[in-house]
């Protein structure tokens, strides 16, 4: 028992110092296979919108195109749309291809799924249920808001504005 309270206090402490979520967060990629933190992309001076997706999820395909014109109209205005591939890199083809056919041109990263979900439930202490699912980051990194499902593009402008 006093093993047990002991780890328990060991991984308290490690989660209250960071360590643990950065740990967490590791395993992202870029499309040419070079290992980054998705920190790079969330602590910038804009608000961040991390889609979490998937090459055969058909609602990530459907919704795709509403996702890159947010994009367009608002990266200069101070709002980024980071995609966030669920394939693993064992399946970049087929992320590369989801990317090509919806014509994606958002930045993205790729991920294994079960490291993905580890990311998403250790920073949002929500279950992990399934792509699309999204995080919203205010500027210098902070998570103000998470979803799983689909969410029209009008209500993640709303979200921003009345957030800003």
Not at 19 to 41: C, H, M, P, Q, R
Not at 135 to 147: F, R, S, T, V, W
Request: aromatic letters at 12%; one cysteine or more.
């Amino acid at each position: 028992m006093k093993k047990i309270i002991a780890s328990f206090f060991v991984l308290s402490a490690l989660l209250w110092s960071g360590w643990l979520v950065a740990k967490i967060s590791e395993g992202f990629y870029d499309f040419n296979g070079k290992a980054t933190a998705i920190e790079k992309y969330t602590n910038e001076d804009q608000w961040t919108v991390v889609m979490f997706w998937a090459s055969d999820c058909q609602v990530c395909n459907a919704e795709s195109q509403q996702y890159v014109d947010f994009h367009h109209r608002h990266k200069d205005a101070g709002v980024q749309v980071l995609g966030v591939s669920m394939d693993g890199l064992e399946n970049k083809q087929a992320a590369q291809q989801f990317i090509d056919r919806n014509k994606v041109s958002f930045p993205n990263l790729i991920i294994d799924s079960q490291l993905g979900a580890n990311f998403y439930t250790s920073n949002t202490g929500e279950n992990w249920i399934g792509t699309p699912s999204f995080m919203i980051y205010a500027p210098k990194g902070e998570l103000k808001a998470a979803q799983i499902g689909a969410v029209p593009t009008q209500l993640i402008e709303d979200f921003i504005t009345q957030n800003r």
